[in-house]
């Protein structure tokens, strides 16, 4: 498991490759999308935030074979 301290060196390191590219674009929308409320990016990523009484919110992407948490 590779583990990135930030937006910023994510982009770094997965500049060239569209899927990445579309996580990006998903945790920059993250102002415009309600709690519990699926979204998705055409057919490869799909999104939601998630709030727990006893948490701060948490962002959850899932593609095929990966997440982002």
Known sequence: MRIIDNLEQFRQIYASSKKWQRCVEAIENIDNIQPGVAHSIGDSLTYRVETDSA???????????????
Not at 55 to 69: I, K, N, P, Q, S
């Open 55 to 69: 948490t701060d919110a948490l962002f959850t992407g899932h593609r095929r074979y990966f997440e982002v948490h």
